[in-house]
C-alpha cells in the first residue's frame, strides 16, 4: 500500500468515526446534568457540604445516571450494529482498496468509540466476553479475508 492510499484509508477510516458519532449525538442526545443548579450556591461556599446529602441532588443525580446508561445502551447497539456492517462492507469490497480498507477501519475505530462508551456499564465478565468477541472476529476475518487474499 502506497503512502497516500495509506492517508486515504486512515481518513476514511477517522472521518466515517466522527461522523457517525457526531451524527449520534445530533439525533439523539446525552442527557444534560443540571443536578448542581437544583443546590441553594449558599450552601456550596460551605467547605463541609456534601451534595450527596442533599435528597433532591440525590434523586436527580440518580436520574441523569439511569437516563446516561440509557443513552449509552442505545449509542452502543446503534453505533455497534453500524461498525459490524461497515467491518463487513470493507471485508467485501475488495475490487476497491483505499475505500474497502477505509471501511474496514472506520468500522474497527467505531467499534473501539462505541465499546469505550458504554464501557463503564458493563460488568467485567461482559467486558471480556466483548474484548474476546473483537479479537475472534479480527483474527478470522484477518486469516480468511486478508491473508488468504494476499497468498493467491
Known amino acids: ?8 484509508v486512515i481518513g476514511i477510516g477517522l472521518i466515517f468515526t466522527i461522523f457517525f458519532a457526531y451524527g449520534m449525538e445530533v439525533f439523539y442526545e446525552s442527557p444534560d ?5 437544583l443546590l441553594d450556591k ?3 461556599r460551605d467547605p463541609y457540604f456534601n451534595p450527596k446529602n442533599d435528597p433532591t441532588y440525590r434523586a436527580c443525580e440518580e436520574t441523569y445516571d439511569i437516563e446516561s446508561e ?7 447497539i446503534a453505533l455497534g450494529s ?18 474497502g480498507s477505509g471501511l474496514l477501519s472506520g468500522g474497527i475505530f467505531l467499534f473501539i468509540y462505541t465499546t469505550l462508551r458504554y ?3 458493563l460488568n467485567k465478565y461482559l467486558r471480556l466476553s466483548l474484548i474476546g468477541f473483537a ?18
Open 119 to 121: 464501557w463503564g456499564f
Open 135 to 152: 479479537l475472534a472476529a479480527l483474527l478470522y476475518f484477518g486469516y480468511t479475508k486478508i491473508d488468504k487474499k494476499a497468498k493467491q
Open 70 to 76: 440509557k443513552h449509552a445502551r442505545v449509542g452502543f
Open 82 to 99: 453500524i461498525a459490524i456492517v461497515a467491518i463487513a462492507a470493507g471485508i467485501l469490497l475488495t475490487g476497491l482498496d483505499a475505500v
Open 1 to 8: 500500500m502506497g503512502f497516500k492510499k495509506f492517508f486515504v
Open 42 to 44: 449558599n450552601e456550596t
Open 33 to 37: 446534568y443540571d443536578c448542581w443548579d
